[in-house]
């Protein structure tokens, strides 16, 4: 767990001091996202509606097309990964300590004005505990996630807010399977960037 947060570190810290990336306002083809975030929610079903989620992540995307689509739907599409080295879980039999990394998010960032970027997305990845989430089954986890978000634009860095459903389960791992959903409000502070 201590060398995930030092590689964390170390790409985060390199990744905004790359001196050979040009700082852009918003999403443009060819060009990357940086970011950190963090988030935080409640369990939505049953026997999990208890328990308290915050996490905190780095992320890294590529954004691939130019503007596509017909009208209000258009807009850019962006894959990226995130590293998440702080995932805590409040639970009824204490606090679970975790780490994640999510190595697909499919983002769809729509054509807007200069100062507002609305986005959609879908992502997943795993989650590694040092006890069982939920209690009594295991220590491995996957996520699955839907967002809806806004990013807003300035002339280097920009600014993000989403809601974010996210489905926390061991996919039969082990039994039983009981899952937690979640609601979670996210933050995030970072900027778009392009290859000189």
């Known amino acids: 767990m ?13 990744a ?26 409640r369990g939505l079903n049953g026997s999990t509606s208890d328990t308290g989620v915050w996490n905190l992540g780095v992320r890294y995307g590529w954004v691939l097309t130019d503007p596509v689509g017909p009208g209000f739907l258009r807009g850019r599409f962006e894959y990226a990964v995130d590293v998440v080295p702080v995932f805590l879980l409040t639970q009824q039999n204490g606090t679970a300590y975790g780490i994640g990394l999510n190595p697909f998010a499919l983002k769809w960032n729509f054509a807007a004005s200069r100062k507002i970027t609305p986005y959609a997305e879908i992502g997943g990845g795993t989650l590694f505990t040092n006890t069982d989430v939920p209690p009594g089954t295991s220590r491995v986890n996957f996520t699955t996630s839907g967002a809806v978000g806004v990013h807003f634009l300035r002339s280097k860095y920009n600014w993000s807010s989403e809601v974010r ?16 959903n979640t609601i979670q409000v996210r933050l995030g502070f970072g900027r778009f960037s392009r290859e000189k």
Do not use: D, K
Not at 2 to 14: D, E, K
């Open 2 to 14: 201590t060398r995930l947060l030092l590689v964390s570190a170390i790409l985060f810290c390199g």
């Open 165 to 180: 459903y996210m489905h926390i389960s061991n996919a039969g791992l082990a039994t039983p399977n009981p899952g937690i």
């Open 16 to 41: 905004f001091a790359a001196p050979c990336a040009l700082a852009q306002a918003g999403p443009q083809s060819g060009g990357n996202e940086l970011q950190v975030w963090t988030g935080g929610g």
